[in-house]
């Protein structure tokens, strides 16, 4: 597995900007990203600088990838669930594992939480965001992870072996990927989680009620929050936080466009990569010379 300078997490704007920049800087750059994220949605831009005719969302991201490949980027199409720090980032998605000195969060806005009762008062008290950080805390008892996704699978994938047992939750949904084999999948719709200083377990809208230890939130995809949260970046539950450098409180990491909240705006997020790039492409040449 070679190691990038710099990885981008997030084909957007944001992402896509930063990489202008630090393939220019002669920055081994690789961009993942897992879809079109929010301009997928956008049928025409009208409102972004040198649009003399409105341009969809999907165009200009296409455009701008090219442009990134153009300028020496590399691209790949993955989604990212877990990132950790030794002697540099380590990245694990879908399709493989990736590392890299510096890292940039441009994931776009963070997802709606779970609105379950009890969920939030829970958070820290067996209601958790991340499997390989607090898979530990429940060895040996009875665990569930809250979600429908690959992302979830991957979580479960963690706590299985260190787990007394495990149910997966989908809480309405379809389960839209292959749960591990062995695992309960319970797809009722959740009223509640209980407990009052710990989590004790889960009530269904149709009054069943399982007992758990914890539960383990992974809806979706992992989203900028969720990997800040993996790695001990500071949030405010629902963006990442920031200094006017776009570095994180994690040396290294760093964060742009929507996911730091504020005007989310195509405008927003190519500024906000653009300086989160000249503060990696600072970081890593600093890093290269110790
Ligand atoms: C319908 C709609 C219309 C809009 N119209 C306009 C407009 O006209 N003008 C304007 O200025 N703004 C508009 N916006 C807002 C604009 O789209 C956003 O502000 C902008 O796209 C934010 O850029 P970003 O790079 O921060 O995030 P995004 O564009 O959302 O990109 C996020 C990227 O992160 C990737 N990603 C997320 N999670 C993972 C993961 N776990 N692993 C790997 N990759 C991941 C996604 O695949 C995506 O590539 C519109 C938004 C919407 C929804």
């Known amino acids: 597995m070679s190691e990038y300078d710099v990885i981008i997490v997030g084909n ?121 950080c607090d898979a530990f805390f429940y060895r040996g008892r009875k665990v569930a992870v809250l979600g429908n996704e690959e992302y979830a699978v991957h979580e479960l994938g963690q706590l299985l072996p260190v787990a007394g047992s495990a149910v997966l939750l989908t809480n309405g949904q379809e389960l839209q990927a292959d749960a591990p084999e062995g695992v309960p999948v319970m797809t009722g719709r959740i009223r509640s989680i209980d407990g009052q200083e710990e989590v004790t377990g889960v009530t269904f809208e149709d009054g069943s009620r399982i007992e758990l230890d914890g539960l383990f939130v992974a809806l979706g995809s992992a989203g900028a929050v969720d990997l800040a949260r993996k790695i001990g970046a500071l949030t405010d539950g629902r963006k990442i936080e920031t200094d006017e450098s776009m570095a994180t409180n994690v040396p290294g990491l760093y964060a742009a466009g929507d996911c730091t909240g504020g005007l989310l705006q195509i405008s927003t997020a190519v500024g906000e990569g653009a300086k989160a790039a000249m503060s990696m492409i600072k970081f890593v040449r600093q890093q290269k010379k110790e």
């Open 12 to 132: 957007g704007p944001a992402g896509l900007s930063a990489a202008l920049y630090t393939s220019r800087a002669g920055l081994s750059t690789l961009v993942i990203g897992k879809d079109q994220g929010a301009l997928a949605k956008a049928e025409r831009i009208e409102n972004y600088f040198g649009m003399a005719e409105p341009i969809s969302g999907c165009e200009l991201v296409e455009n701008t990838k090219i442009q990134a490949r153009n300028l020496g980027a590399d691209l790949v199409t993955d989604e990212i669930f877990h990132i950790s720090w030794n002697q540099g980032f380590t990245l694990e998605g879908r399709a493989g594992s990736y590392q890299a000195k510096a890292v940039l969060l441009a994931t776009g806005s963070a997802r709606k939480k779970a609105d379950i009762d009890g969920i939030s008062r829970l958070e820290g008290h067996g209601v958790s965001y991340c499997a390989i």
